[in-house]
């Protein structure tokens, strides 16, 4: 199983970190043991003073592909989820200044923070997914899926250029404005429409 992350999908977000936009999905890996197991505190990890929370839409792969047309892309998952893409800002800046990969700030363990309840796509309108991040019950992150600038179907008909999507991959969409720094105490909830996805205790 494999984590595919997608950077700057939301025009705010990306102006807010002050970074450009591409006209083509900006992408790197996270790896399966990023993934928080279920029901356990995110644990602020020692090697970083600013850890960031970035809430986004996750897509659930339910078939192989390679090479999918974007016709064909929303026949590959059926349904939508929600998680955090844990980011170590600090350490993604130093990155950034040296011009060196972001695995570090990106992959460490507990960094994919996901529901475990997934919604079928028949229940959403997927170019209208209202979504939110709440900090000690404070909404902190508001976004939609209309403001993606690559949808899912576009995102898989790209990534299935260079990754054999298989079942079981998980895509992290790309999260809104809003993005801040999580201090231990705190609680996260996510919500889709105004359903909770999940609860984390920051630790
Ligand atoms: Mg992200």
Redesign the pocket.
Known sequence: MKII???R?YLN?AKELGNSISNEPLFFLKPETAIQPKGHPFFIPDFSDNIHY?V?LVVRINKSGKHIAEKFAHKYYSKIGLGI?F?ARDIQEECKAKGLPWEKA?GFDGSAQLSRTFIDKSKLELDNIPFRLEKNGEQVQIGNSKDMLFNFDKIISYLSQFYTLKIGDLI?T??PEG?GKVIAGETLKGFITDKEMFKVVVK
Do not use: A, Q, S, W
Request: hydrophobic share 15%.
């Open positions: 992350c997608i950077g999908n977000h970035e986004e893409d980011t990106k992290y790309g999260t993005v």
